[in-house]
């Protein structure tokens, strides 16, 4: 019922920058949060920053100040602003939103993934 287009991964060296972008799209009534996930080969996904309809951001600890995460809600899209990358934010990137539907519904998509990979 929605869903998630992502953009913008690839490879860069350390310290440069790559900015993503997801666009929602379908039977989106309210998103209630939109946030950036990372799972790196053989470890879990874990959350990299979340933004909330009321503009309450979170990051993980080891992308503070070097991450900014934004959002458009006319466009239903939200972006991740990367830079000073490290090694060790190589990892597949995917996007999550949250919301209700306009039928009444809930929903949670999940984006196809993006790969950013930093070389040392």
């Known amino acids: 019922q929605v869903q998630l287009v992502e953009s913008g991964g690839g490879l860069v060296q350390a310290g440069g920058s790559l900015r993503l972008s997801c666009a929602a799209s379908g039977s989106i009534f309210s998103i209630n949060a939109l946030g950036w996930y990372r799972q790196a080969p053989g470890k879990q996904r874990e959350l990299v920053a979340t933004?909330?309809?009321?503009?309450?951001?979170t990051y993980r600890d080891s992308v503070k100040g070097r991450f900014t995460i934004s959002r458009d809600n006319a466009k239903n899209t939200v972006s991740l602003q990367m830079n000073s990358l490290k090694p060790e934010d190589t990892a597949v990137y995917y996007c999550?939103?949250?919301?209700?539907?306009?039928?009444?519904?809930?929903?949670?998509?999940w984006g196809q993934g993006t790969q950013v990979t930093v070389s040392s």
């Open positions: 999550n939103v949250g919301g209700r539907t306009r039928s009444g519904g809930s929903y949670d998509s």
């Open positions: 933004i909330t309809s009321g503009g309450s951001i």
